[in-house]
């Protein structure tokens, strides 16, 4: 009985963490197959600015120097929202200046007159949509795209 009531009260201490914890990193084959954009690029530039109470705007200004799947223009600008408080899917701040694997999906739009356009976004899970630059996440990113 001591046990069980000790195991109640450590999974009640726990519970919230747990709550709260991102979701699991997913691997970066299953970040890929879900991007329709996987390239390689820099964070010229970050800004961010209030957009309501939970949540605040960002843009970045990106450096593409490499596309492995998908297309990008050299220099992007995306657009997107963080939540400071989410430990969910979001992400809770702009990524830094640096260069990344960036993970993007392509989102199209149609206007009140027809007119299509579209627009790039970071991939879901957003929270792991920018991969700090490392020699092995690149040479995973290559080997995936046939390279």
């Known amino acids: 009985m001591r046990r069980l009531i000790r195991l109640l009260a450590a999974g009640a201490l726990l519970a919230p963490v747990t709550a709260f ?16 954009v996987v390239a390689l690029a ?19 200004q990106l450096q593409v120097e490499d596309v492995f799947k998908g297309s990008a223009a050299q220099t992007l600008t995306v657009n997107f929202l963080v939540f400071p408080e989410s430990l969910e899917n979001h992400m809770r701040e702009a990524p ?23 627009a790039l976004f970071p991939a879901r899970p957003r929270a792991f949509s920018f991969l700090l630059l490392s020699d092995e996440r690149l040479v995973e990113v290559k080997s995936l795209a046939g390279r």
Do not use: H, W
């Not at 699991?24 to 197959?33: D, K, W």
């Not at 820099?42 to 970045?60: G, P």
């Open 42 to 60: 820099t964070v010229v530039a970050a800004r961010t600015r209030d957009y309501n109470s939970i949540s605040r705007a960002a843009e970045l």
């Open 96 to 118: 830094p200046e640096g260069r990344y694997i960036v993970f993007l999906e392509r989102r199209e739009f149609q206007d009140a007159s027809g007119n299509k356009s579209f």
């Open 21 to 36: 914890a991102l979701p699991p990193m997913p691997s970066i084959a299953e970040l890929y197959r879900a991007a329709d």
